[in-house]
């Protein structure tokens, strides 16, 4: 069977972007909706939501969108494309990587990069190695990664609290 292959979704930066988070690449339900972490069992916007002390996930997307920025932080993926049958990293075939370092070089406020999820850290931190930026690996907000309570990935995420 032939694999699709998936493409990841602009950036939403802005030249005072203080903080990147970086996934992987989009699943079935973001990728269908064009939206970052459309699925409803994502728990990315509520993590986000508890490291700025605002309710995101209340929010419509575009109003997400607007306070993400407004706080300083941008959104991307480490994979720019790659083929995949379903939303599992463990799926991904033929990565072709995002170009992270062209992004990075043109947001001059960048402090730090959180990477959501095991895979979005592999990838990132070997196409960052020359970074002097703060690199911080953040547990996977996804519905599939159920092995750490939502406290505990919340706690962990609020690392990025420094840097805005």
């Known amino acids: ?95 072709e990587g995002a170009a992270l370092g062209e992004l990075v070089s043109t947001l001059p406020e960048l402090r730090a990069i959180g990477f959501n999820g095991a895979t979005s850290a592999r990838l990132g931190r070997k196409a960052l190695r020359d970074t002097s930026l703060a690199l911080i690996d953040l547990p996977s907000s996804s519905p599939a990664y159920a092995a750490m309570p939502f406290a505990g990935k919340a706690q962990i995420w609020g690392r990025l609290r420094e840097f805005l």
């Open 1 to 95: 069977m032939a694999l699709t292959r998936k493409f990841a979704f602009a950036p939403v930066v802005a030249t005072d972007t203080r903080i990147l988070i970086l996934g992987s690449l989009p699943g079935e339900a973001s990728l269908a909706a064009q939206r970052y972490y459309a699925h409803p069992h994502n728990q990315f916007w509520r993590l986000l939501g508890a490291v700025l002390g605002i309710e995101l996930a209340t929010l419509d997307y575009d109003a997400r969108l607007h306070a993400v920025r407004r706080a300083g932080i941008g959104l991307w993926d480490t994979v720019a494309s790659a083929r995949r049958q379903g939303s599992l990293d463990a799926a991904l075939r033929e990565v």
